[in-house]
C-alpha cells in the first residue's frame, strides 16, 4: 500500500523556521516527482515546490527565496525547509507524488499519491 505521511508541522512565530518531511512508503519514490502543496482556510489549494526526480526544482513565487524542498531518495523521504515565516503562510500542508518527470508542477489532477496534510500555523 502507499502511502505519503506528512510531518513536522506546528506552531511557529513570524519570522522562524519550520522543516516539514514528508516520508513515503510502498514503493521507491526515487523516478518520482514530489511536490508540496498548501491550503490556507476559505481558499483553494495551490502550489509551493516540486523536487523533480532528476534534480531540478521549481518554487511558487509567493515562497521563492523562503522555502528550499529536497529530497532524500534512500530514506524515500521529502522535505521543505520553509524560513522567514509570514503568516499568511498559514495552511494545511500537503506533500503529493507523481510519475516520472512530466508535465505542470502546479497541475494537481497530475499527482497520483497524496498525504494526508500537515498544519503550519504562523503567528505575528
Known amino acids: 500500500q502507499v502511502q505519503l505521511v506528512e510531518s513536522g508541522g506546528g506552531l511557529v512565530q513570524a519570522g522562524g523556521s519550520v522543516r516539514l518531511s514528508c516520508a513515503a512508503s510502498g514503493r521507491s519514490f526515487s523516478r518520482d516527482a514530489m511536490g508540496w502543496f498548501r491550503q490556507a482556510p476559505g481558499k483553494e489549494r495551490e502550489f509551493v515546490a516540486i523536487?523533480?526526480?532528476?534534480?531540478?526544482?521549481r518554487y511558487a513565487d509567493s515562497v521563492k527565496g523562503r522555502f528550499t524542498i529536497s529530497r532524500d531518495n534512500a530514506k524515500n523521504t521529502v522535505y521543505l525547509q520553509m524560513n522567514s515565516l509570514k503568516p499568511e503562510d498559514t495552511a494545511v500542508y500537503y506533500c503529493a507524488a507523481k510519475s516520472g518527470d512530466y508535465g505542470l508542477a502546479y497541475r494537481q489532477d497530475e499527482y497520483n499519491y497524496w498525504g494526508q496534510g500537515t498544519q503550519v500555523t504562523v503567528s505575528s
Open positions: 523536487s523533480w526526480s532528476g534534480g531540478s526544482t
